[in-house]
């Protein structure tokens, strides 16, 4: 099989390893805070990109009433949004269920807009939304995030879980793409 070859480099380190543990941690109290009277709670986990967030924010939750979900969503083509978003695969049964949905990153929303509409249609209790990063990019729309970590500036950005078509998910800081 042929391989296509990206003409890519990582630029400027944006947020380094240690700075997104430490926001990772706060943000673990906030949303345990929220949830405190909750019994049980899907986590519902935004494939691929979110998974190693999810993971490192749930490493410091020691409680077994979240529930990780992980759903194969995408949106993005390149380094362009595609508009449409597709979910592959079955939500679990949310009847009734406290969700928090997690994302890697908030840009245009229409990702965020779409999962948290689709929830709300399986008549669940109540939907909280997460994401690592956000973009300053201007939405047509008001926001659907209610915990976050780190605004950014509006550039493409890979690593900690973000990819540029599979490329530098495993980065362990998340840097600016020079393509
Ligand atoms: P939105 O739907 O425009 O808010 O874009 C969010 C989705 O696009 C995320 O789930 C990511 O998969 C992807 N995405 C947006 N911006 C970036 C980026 O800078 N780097 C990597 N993926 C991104
Ligand atoms: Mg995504």
Redesign the pocket.
């Known amino acids: 099989m042929e391989r296509t070859i990206y003409k890519s480099q990582v630029g400027q380190i944006l947020i380094d390893a240690d700075s997104i543990a430490s926001a990772i941690s706060a943000l673990a109290r906030q949303i345990t805070s929220t949830f405190k009277q909750s019994q049980d709670v899907s986590v519902i986990v935004?494939l691929d990109?979110?998974k190693r967030f999810a993971d490192d924010l749930f490493g410091f939750i020691n409680d077994g009433k979240f529930r990780l979900e992980y759903i194969d969503?995408k949106?993005?083509n390149g380094?362009e949004?595609a508009g449409a978003?597709e979910i592959n695969g079955d939500l679990p049964n949310l009847e009734g269920a406290d969700v928090l949905i997690i994302?890697?990153?908030?840009?245009?929303?229409?990702?965020?807009k779409h999962m948290t509409e689709t929830v709300k249609s399986h008549n669940p209790g109540i939907v909280k939304t997460c994401v690592l990063l956000k973009?300053q990019?201007p939405r047509d729309y008001a926001d659907v995030v209610d915990f976050y970590a780190f605004d950014i500036p509006d550039?493409?950005?890979?690593g900690y879980g973000?990819?540029?078509n599979g490329q530098y998910r495993q980065l362990s800081y998340i840097a600016e793409?020079c393509i």
């Open positions: 935004l990109g979110a969503v949106s993005y380094t949004s978003v994302d890697d990153i908030y840009d245009s929303g229409t990702t965020m973009k990019t550039c493409f950005v890979v973000l990819d540029y793409l």
